[in-house]
């Protein structure tokens, strides 16, 4: 596995905006438990994991934010606009200068990180378990961290391998 920022330790702090110019800072969701989902419009990966993610946060309830976060930087506002409405996506936030992918040290898109109420990151990785070799998911890693912090207890797995487009950090 390729280097990774450090679990079970505080996750790197941000401010992004949405694509309607609202902020949005990690600690200011301090409390919930925050899905960082680094996403692109034009990834069949994301394509195909999108409604699995929106599926499942409409079951995580309020005490979970989901955050997609665009750090491709050829893709437009617009592109990303088209995309997340068609895909269900209620909100995106852009990484235009790569700040916060280059802080998580995201190499591919999907890429998910879980970080619970106190800030704390507790996973990191794909979004389930489907691979170029496997296409039928079996577990969704994401939704069982999300579901263990809910209850108070730590993740069984806390960093799997993601799997998707490369992003090409500038």
Excluded: N
């Excluded at 409405?85 to 235009?96: I, K, N």
């Excluded at 802080?103 to 109420?117: G, K, L, N």
């Amino acid at each position: 596995m390729t280097p990774t920022i450090a679990l079970d330790h505080p996750a790197p702090l941000f401010s992004l905006p949405d694509l309607e110019g609202r902020q949005w800072s990690l600690e200011s969701l301090r409390g919930k438990i925050v899905v960082l989902y680094f996403w692109s419009a034009e990834c069949a990966w994301c394509q195909r994991t999108d409604p699995h993610v929106v599926e499942r946060a409409a079951t995580w309830g309020e005490q979970v934010v989901l955050l997609p976060i665009a750090s491709v930087l050829e893709e437009t506002p617009d592109q990303l606009r088209q995309a997340a409405q068609e895909r269900g996506l209620p909100l995106v936030l852009r990484d235009a200068a790569q700040q916060v992918a280059k802080a998580y040290q995201v190499q591919t898109t999907p890429h998910f990180f879980v970080i619970d109420a106190e800030g704390i990151l507790r996973y990191q990785g794909a979004f389930d378990d489907v691979t170029f070799r496997q296409r039928t998911p079996t577990r969704s890693y994401v939704d069982e961290t999300v579901r263990a912090l809910l209850a108070g207890r730590a993740p069984e797995i806390k960093e799997t391998l993601a799997y998707g487009c490369a992003l090409t950090l500038h």
